[in-house]
């Protein structure tokens, strides 16, 4: 038996003026398009905006329903339309913002297991690591290289043929 240690590495920006101009202009977008989430029963919106390497930006927020596990998170929602509109195109970032209605959040809140899943799926499509942004109403902003620090030793279809 061998006892065996995993690492996360990280950037921690004390907030978005820290970030080069076209990042924080993703998260700008981001952070824009969480106010248009349809989030009425959680009251907690997520906005998520991906740079592709053709320089589109596509969006996503959270949609929520009454059925519950019906809604979507915003990453997915976005992620998902990128590889409908542009399935031959990388993601080069994504970036995250997230509030509540019912408490300030300034720290960072970083994307759900399901999404990192996904997010995950892209990045083996693609071969090609996605820098991931995230941050929550206001403060700081922490940045990831690659899915793979938010979820190591994941899942994916080199384990299924
Ligand atoms: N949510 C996201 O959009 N992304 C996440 O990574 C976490 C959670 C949404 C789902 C739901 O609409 C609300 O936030 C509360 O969980």
Redesign the pocket.
């Known amino acids: 038996m061998k006892k065996l240690k995993l690492t996360t590495e990280y950037k921690l920006f004390d907030d978005s003026s820290e970030l080069d101009p076209q990042t924080r202009e993703l998260m700008n977008i981001a952070i824009e398009t969480r106010k248009k989430a349809y989030?009425p029963y959680?009251k907690?919106s997520?906005g998520t905006a991906i740079l592709l390497d053709n320089n589109e930006i596509i969006i996503g927020n959270?949609q929520?329903n009454a059925a519950y596990p019906s809604?979507m998170?915003?990453?997915r929602v976005a992620i998902y339309f990128a590889g409908a509109k542009y399935p031959d195109n990388s993601i080069l970032k994504m970036a995250i913002s997230a509030s509540s209605s019912l408490k300030g959040i300034d720290n960072p809140v970083a994307?759900?297991g399901a999404?990192r899943q996904a997010i995950s799926e892209y990045e083996v499509k693609q071969n090609k690591a996605i820098e991931i942004y995230f941050m929550g109403e206001t403060g700081k902003i922490i940045m990831v290289n690659s899915i793979k620090e938010l979820l190591p030793l994941g899942f994916d279809k080199s384990f299924l043929k």
């Open positions: 989030a959680s907690f997520v959270n929520e809604g998170c915003a990453e994307p759900c999404c």
